[in-house]
């Protein structure tokens, strides 16, 4: 190699390209593990463990990416960073991981909401979509993230005191549900969405009775077919995505759960499948880890069963899906449906409502298509 194209080599020219599994958990640790280590074991294995987390901590999400990849990181204010998977610190199997906050430049009170991989291209055949707390939906070409900024960039334009929920990646033709704090919820095809351009505010995806909000926005279909939502008192229940007819998007949306002094507001809904685990988190820091499947699937227009026991001045704050590995599953799973059973024993009083008519009824008046 003579001096003049050794001048042009770039660091990331000296990185080798290598396959790695990266790890985050809920509180925003997060690393790079080489593949090899997460060995090949014959069915009915004993498992490996995928990372040591504390107590008040957990593995939110495990994806698998080339070290040249990149991770892009949603925040809470709209903002968009680049992250190379090499960069991401290298850990062991069961290393707890860095923070994300020292990879990536975020305002004091700014929160990561999404972290999206991005294997091989920025396409222009797949798609972003976002959604905020005040009900509004984005959907932007891949493509037109395809150049990095070091600082970061806005993503989406968020109103006065709006902020992102969060981001999906979809291929164009994927059906999208948002679930609200009050109750409501509405099922949706992306392709009501036209796509924009990076700087774009978006349009409205469902219409918000007054101090009601977006909580969640689920991308259905691959992720799962029953709808788990959670409740701030410590309700919940599974419904199957059936039950939640398409309309147009811009609409009010139609009974999810029902809002009751009983269980408080929602506070998060999640996709789930057979065989899935996921955790509801209080504001004082306690943990409680169910099979989803010990979670009674019943009706949209109902109250749901007790999940978790809360103290009188405890409320849930999150609920998520969590990655399982399979010797922890083998050791804990007996364990924790024991406690799932102990804490949540279903009761006439909590499934009488179950076949319940639903006392709402969803608006399909699609409002104006205006890109703001």
Same mark, same amino acid.
């Given at each position: 190699?003579?001096?003049?194209?050794?001048?042009?080599?770039?660091?990331?020219?000296?990185?080798?390209?290598? *396959?790695?599994?990266?790890?985050?958990?809920?509180?925003?640790?997060?690393?790079?593990?080489?593949?090899?280590?997460?060995?090949?074991?014959?069915?009915?294995?004993? &498992?490996? @463990?995928?990372?040591?987390?504390?107590?008040?901590?957990?593995?939110?999400?495990?994806?698998?990416?080339? $070290?040249?990849? @990149?991770?892009? #990181?949603?925040?809470?204010? +709209?903002?968009?960073?680049?992250?190379?998977?090499?960069?991401?610190?290298?850990?062991?199997?069961?290393?707890?991981?860095? =923070?994300?906050?020292?990879?990536? #430049?975020?305002? !004091?009170?700014?929160?990561?909401?999404?972290?999206?991989?991005?294997? =091989?291209?920025?396409?222009?055949?797949?798609?972003?979509?976002?959604?905020?707390? %005040?009900?509004?939906?984005?959907?932007?070409?891949?493509?037109?993230?395809?150049?990095?900024?070091?600082? +970061?960039?806005?993503?989406?334009?968020?109103?006065?005191?709006?902020?992102?929920?969060?981001?999906?990646?979809?291929?164009?033709?994927?059906?999208?549900?948002?679930?609200?704090?009050?109750?409501?919820?509405?099922?949706?095809?992306?392709?009501?969405?036209?796509?924009? &351009?990076?700087?774009?505010?978006?349009?409205?995806?469902?219409?918000?009775?007054?101090?009601?909000?977006?909580?969640?926005?689920?991308?259905?279909?691959?992720? =799962?077919?029953?709808?788990?939502?959670?409740?701030?008192?410590? @309700?919940?229940?599974? $419904?199957?995505?059936?039950?939640?007819?398409?309309?147009?998007?811009?609409?009010?949306?139609?009974?999810?759960?029902?809002?009751?002094?009983?269980? &408080?507001?929602?506070?998060?809904?999640?996709?789930?499948?057979?065989?899935? %685990?996921?955790?509801?988190?209080? +504001?004082? &820091?306690?943990?409680?880890?169910?099979?989803?499947?010990?979670?009674?699937?019943? =009706?949209?227009?109902?109250?749901?069963?007790?999940?978790?026991?809360?103290?009188?001045?405890? %409320?849930?704050?999150?609920? #998520?899906?969590?990655?399982? !590995?399979? *010797?922890?599953?083998?050791?804990?799973?007996?364990?924790?449906?024991?406690?799932?059973?102990?804490?949540?024993?279903?009761?006439?009083?909590?499934?009488?409502?179950?076949?319940?008519?639903?006392?709402?009824?969803?608006?399909?008046?699609?409002?104006?298509?205006?890109?703001?």
């Amino acid at each position: 190699i003579d001096e003049a194209e050794f001048s042009e080599l770039e660091d990331e020219d000296l990185i080798a390209v290598e *396959e790695a599994v990266i790890t985050v958990t809920h509180q925003g640790f997060v690393k790079r593990t080489a593949l090899d280590e997460y060995r090949v074991q014959g069915r009915a294995g004993k &498992g490996l @463990y995928g990372a040591n987390t504390r107590d008040d901590d957990f593995v939110e999400e495990m994806f698998q990416a080339s $070290t040249k990849d @990149y991770v892009l #990181a949603f925040t809470d204010a +709209g903002r968009i960073h680049w992250i190379k998977v090499y960069r991401i610190p290298e850990g062991s199997r069961t290393g707890r991981g860095r =923070g994300i906050r020292n990879l990536i #430049a975020l305002l !004091p009170d700014e929160k990561v909401t999404s972290l999206i991989p991005i294997n =091989g291209e920025f396409s222009e055949d797949r798609f972003l979509v976002m959604a905020t707390a %005040q009900g509004v939906v984005k959907k932007t070409t891949l493509h037109s993230f395809r150049n990095p900024r070091k600082a +970061g960039l806005i993503a989406v334009n968020l109103d006065d005191g709006d902020k992102l929920v969060g981001v999906r990646v979809t291929d164009g033709s994927s059906q999208l549900v948002l679930a609200t704090r009050r109750g409501k919820a509405i099922r949706f095809d992306e392709s009501k969405v036209r796509a924009m &351009g990076r700087s774009a505010r978006g349009v409205k995806g469902i219409s918000l009775d007054e101090g009601d909000e977006v909580v969640s926005v689920v991308q259905i279909g691959e992720e =799962g077919p029953y709808l788990l939502t959670a409740c701030a008192l410590g @309700y919940g229940k599974r $419904t199957a995505v059936e039950e939640y007819r398409e309309t147009n998007r811009g609409g009010k949306g139609i009974i999810n759960i029902k809002i009751t002094p009983r269980n &408080g507001f929602v506070v998060g809904v999640i996709a789930v499948k057979p065989g899935d %685990q996921a955790i509801l988190i209080t +504001g004082s &820091g306690k943990l409680i880890r169910v099979a989803t499947d010990d979670v009674s699937a019943i =009706g949209r227009s109902t109250q749901g069963v007790r999940v978790i026991r809360v103290e009188t001045d405890e %409320q849930v704050v999150a609920v #998520a899906k969590v990655v399982v !590995p399979e *010797e922890e599953d083998e050791e804990l799973g007996a364990e924790s449906q024991a406690a799932t059973r102990k804490a949540a024993p279903p009761s006439e009083e909590e499934s009488a409502d179950d076949d319940a008519p639903a006392k709402a009824k969803a608006s399909d008046d699609d409002d104006d298509d205006d890109e703001f």
